[in-house]
Each structure stands twice: as structure tokens, then as C-alpha cells.
């Protein structure tokens, strides 16, 4: 009996090509937990098999902020160089994680998008105070962050507040927020 193809074999065998031939991960999608234990998986596994670069692929509005500082620790905790590479958008949790790279590139049609850290808040009295006070910290940290791996200060996150602010690859460059800008 000859089993017959299926979109989602073909997609595996895709995704089994761009991890282990050519050392490459995709974040297409909203940062989640799921999204985070297998970037996790694939990272640790890559780096048992050699030492060579693992590009990092991204084309994503973001997501969740804890999978975002979970998945830049993965990256800057690996033993393997890491290229960070935005190809379309790296918007909010994913503009970290496009700065995270060793080397960090941009095609010259994507675009970066850096916002204020929000939280959707469901209820309200006291859990509303430490609610906002734990969004607070994790936007003080994204900030600190950000800074450490760009040239992004104080005044650049005080001219956004209430603001998403939109960056072409030049503006990226300018900001150190990208190294190269790929197809010039």
C-alpha cells in the first residue's frame, strides 16, 4: 500500500530541510509558550549538532512579553553565534528578539515597529495595581534591554509613549537595531 503525501508531510520534511541543513528557525508567528518550547527544542538541538551560526528567521507582530524574554535568553545564551535575520516585520516582542542576534540583518522592504508594553487587564481593584506595576517592569526591562544591544536611549522611549513607532531598515541601521540591511 503506497501512503499517499499530505500537505502536512511535505511541510515537515520542509521544516526538517531548514533546521537541519541549513541551520535556519522561523518566528512566524505570535510569541507564545508553545512557540517558545519549541524554539527552545530546536535551538538546544542545533547546537549539540555543531557549532556553526543558526539564523533566526523573522516575520512576526510579536506576541506574548514573557515568551519574548524567554526566547531572547535562548538566543543570547547560545554557544552558537546567532543571526537574527527580519524579513517582512519584527513588530513589538519581536523587534527584541531581531536585536538579540550576534549579527543582526534586515531586508530593505521590511519594517520594525517598537511600542509601549501593554497588558490587557481583566479585573479590576487591587489586581489592577500590581497588574500595572508588573507591566511596568517588564516594559523597564524590554527598555533596558533594547538599550543594551542599540543605540535606542531614554529620549527615543519618551517620544513613543502612546505611539507605535514604525522604522525602516535605514532608521534600523541608524539605531544600531540591525547591522545590515540585505538586497541595498
Same mark, same amino acid.
Request: charge should be negative; proline fraction near 1%; aromatic fraction near 8%.
Given at each position: 500500500?503506497?501512503?499517499? &503525501? &499530505?500537505?502536512?508531510?511535505?511541510?515537515?520534511?520542509?521544516?526538517?530541510?531548514?533546521?537541519?541543513?541549513?541551520?535556519?528557525?522561523?518566528?512566524?508567528?505570535?510569541?507564545?509558550?508553545?512557540?517558545?518550547?519549541?524554539?527552545?527544542?530546536?535551538?538546544?538541538?542545533?547546537? &549539540?549538532?555543531?557549532?556553526?551560526?543558526?539564523?533566526?528567521?523573522?516575520?512576526?507582530?510579536?506576541?506574548?512579553?514573557?515568551?519574548?524574554?524567554?526566547?531572547?535568553?535562548?538566543?543570547?545564551?547560545?554557544?552558537?553565534?546567532?543571526?537574527?535575520?527580519?524579513?517582512?516585520?519584527?513588530?513589538?516582542?519581536?523587534?527584541?528578539?531581531?536585536?538579540?542576534?550576534?549579527?543582526?540583518?534586515?531586508?530593505?522592504?521590511?519594517v520594525v515597529?517598537?511600542?509601549?508594553?501593554?497588558?490587557?487587564?481583566?479585573?479590576?481593584?487591587?489586581?489592577?495595581?500590581?497588574?500595572?506595576?508588573?507591566?511596568?517592569?517588564?516594559?523597564?526591562?524590554?527598555?533596558?534591554?533594547?538599550?543594551?544591544?542599540?543605540?535606542?536611549?531614554?529620549?527615543?522611549f519618551k517620544k513613543m509613549?502612546?505611539?507605535?513607532?514604525?522604522? &525602516?531598515?535605514?532608521?534600523?541601521?541608524?539605531?544600531?537595531?540591525?547591522?545590515?540591511?540585505?538586497?541595498?
Amino acid at each position: 500500500m503506497v501512503k499517499e &503525501t &499530505t500537505s502536512l508531510d511535505i511541510e515537515d520534511e520542509i521544516n526538517k530541510y531548514h533546521v537541519e541543513k541549513k541551520r535556519q528557525l522561523f518566528i512566524t508567528s505570535d510569541v507564545d509558550e508553545w512557540m517558545v518550547d519549541d524554539f527552545r527544542k530546536k535551538m538546544l538541538y542545533l547546537e &549539540t549538532k555543531s557549532k556553526n551560526p543558526i539564523m533566526v528567521v523573522i516575520d512576526s507582530y510579536g506576541g506574548d512579553e514573557y515568551g519574548m524574554f524567554a526566547m531572547y535568553d535562548i538566543i543570547r545564551n547560545s554557544n552558537c553565534k546567532v543571526i537574527t535575520c527580519c524579513n517582512g516585520k519584527a513588530m513589538s516582542a519581536a523587534s527584541l528578539l531581531l536585536a538579540a542576534g550576534d549579527d543582526r540583518i534586515m531586508t530593505s522592504n521590511s519594517v520594525v515597529m517598537i511600542h509601549e508594553g501593554w497588558e490587557s487587564l481583566e479585573h479590576y481593584s487591587n489586581r489592577l495595581i500590581s497588574e500595572a506595576e508588573e507591566v511596568k517592569r517588564l516594559e523597564d526591562l524590554y527598555k533596558k534591554l533594547m538599550q543594551k544591544h542599540t543605540k535606542l536611549d531614554n529620549v527615543f522611549f519618551k517620544k513613543m509613549v502612546g505611539k507605535n513607532i514604525y522604522l &525602516t531598515p535605514e532608521q534600523c541601521k541608524k539605531l544600531n537595531i540591525i547591522d545590515n540591511i540585505l538586497g541595498e
